[in-house]
């Protein structure tokens, strides 16, 4: 169990969420009118530093499983601030 809660963290679970979204809108673009390609570009900087996130995280904490996830739910959740801020000053 341990071994697959570090192969499976926050960073991974969310970057899986993000890329089903983004192949969702991509294949969706004909019907949104081209509205769709909006997520891809939205959500794209947050995909890449969810990807940088996880393996700088991986690097520095190794295989300390309970700070490796404590380090990620929290880039998570900065960055779910800076979205709602983005949106909300937009």
């Avoid at 991509?26 to 769709?36: L, R, V």
Wanted: glycine share 2%; hydrophobic share 65%.
């Amino acid at each position: 169990m341990k071994k697959a809660l570090l192969y499976f963290t926050p960073c991974v679970i969310v970057i899986i969420m993000l890329l089903v979204m983004m192949i969702s809108a991509y294949t969706e673009k004909e019907i949104s009118g081209g509205w769709s390609m909006l997520a891809i570009i939205i959500f794209l900087p947050y995909l890449i530093a969810l990807v940088i996130t996880d393996v700088i995280t991986r690097i520095v904490v190794k295989n300390n499983l309970k700070v490796l996830w404590l380090v990620e739910i929290i880039a998570i959740i900065c960055m779910i601030v800076i979205f709602e801020f983005q949106i909300h000053v937009h």
